[in-house]
């Protein structure tokens, strides 16, 4: 395993961001977090990097226990992790030329020559589907997609074995969409990165991850690799996430009831099953006690729940799913880089 998270917790006073997360990455894996806003996806991403400082837990990488340390000597993880923030127009500095946002990682850690460097940055901005010449030119003469690719360039300079990718797809169009999507699974399979993939959408989990996990109020509820999870979602917060997912087909809409409510407060989470306030199937048990995860599933009637027609929900996550197909095929990095010198 390159990364394991044991019993990860974050508090900011008394809210509880994430609360006992544990986690496991092999080398070549991706492993999709997903679940709403605010549930603590980002934290725990922010978490296993140690951007931020974790109030309980272990975090090893590659065997090593990093959690607690010092900054002097983080240096060489560092250097073998990368992530991609969500938001392509804050996550780089504007007055830093294409070339050089890409050249400084491998300054800080010394990687090569000056030559060498340059030499690197070039055939990432090839990898990325960029052209040389736009070494050249700042952030805000690119587009959002262009932006995103400047941005998995950088995090590749290091040649990092563990990349984190934090909603990379969420602020751009679904066109965009496809082609970062399928520029990322290229790059993973090609370069066996791991890779922590966070995000909502279950059509782009579905196009990319191989296991994942699904996280509710600052916990996991449901982990399983992709096929299982979509085959036979057992949580009833899961199956809700796939009752999302719009239908194009009018004779099948309302055939899955959506969640309703809003999330609790991480401040003052609800006793016993924190998914039980909004929970169709929720009895006293679950107002009463907290079940652990056990087996991937933390509900306490997960053997009892209704047969989902799971027919449907596969339309519906095949259906998000081919919204993005229909585009990659058309997104590879040769159509990419056209496209680039096209815009030029």
Do not use: W
Not at 10 to 30: C, F, M, N, Q, W
Not at 71 to 93: C, E, I, W
Not at 231 to 238: I, S
Not at 308 to 322: H, K, P, V
């Amino acid at each position: 395993m390159i990364l394991q998270a044991e019993n990860l917790t974050k508090h900011y006073g008394p809210v509880r961001a994430v609360d006992g997360v544990s986690l496991h990455i092999a080398r070549g894996e991706t492993l999709a977090l997903v679940g709403e806003s605010g549930c603590g996806k980002s934290t725990t991403a922010r978490l296993v990097l140690r951007l931020i400082e974790p109030t309980g837990g272990t975090i090893r990488f590659d065997g090593e226990d990093i959690t607690r340390l010092p900054p002097g000597r983080l240096k060489p993880f560092r250097r073998r992790t990368g992530v991609v923030f969500q938001d392509p127009y804050a996550s780089l500095n504007p007055r830093l030329r294409v070339g050089d946002t890409i050249l400084e990682p491998m300054q800080v850690h010394g990687l090569g020559s000056a030559a060498e460097q340059r030499a690197r940055m070039r055939e990432l901005l090839g990898l990325v589907g960029l052209a040389p010449f736009h070494a050249e030119r700042y952030p805000h003469e690119f587009s959002g997609g262009q932006r995103q690719r400047i941005g998995i360039a950088r995090a590749l300079a290091a040649g990092p074995e563990l990349l984190v990718c934090d909603e990379p797809v969420s602020a751009l169009d679904v066109t965009i969409q496809a082609q970062v999507i399928n520029l990322l699974r290229d790059l993973q399979r090609r370069l066996g990165l791991a890779t922590l993939f966070i995000a909502h959408d279950l059509g782009v989990v579905k196009h990319l991850a191989d296991r994942v996990a699904v996280m509710y109020l600052g916990r996991i509820v449901e982990l399983a690799d992709k096929r299982s999870l979509f085959a036979n979602p057992r949580h009833p917060y899961t199956r809700a996430l796939l009752a999302a997912i719009p239908h194009p087909d009018p004779a099948r809409r309302g055939m899955l009831r959506p969640l309703g409510g809003d999330l609790p407060s991480a401040a003052n989470p609800p006793p016993g099953c924190r998914f039980h306030t909004r929970c169709p199937h929720a009895t006293e048990i679950c107002r009463r006690n907290d079940p652990p995860l056990l087996d991937g599933i933390a509900c306490h009637h997960h053997r009892e729940l209704p047969a989902m027609d799971m027919a449907y929900a596969g339309a519906l996550s095949e259906t998000a799913t081919r919204r993005l197909a229909r585009y990659a095929d058309a997104a590879s990095a040769r159509s990419i880089g056209a496209a680039a010198e096209r815009d030029a």
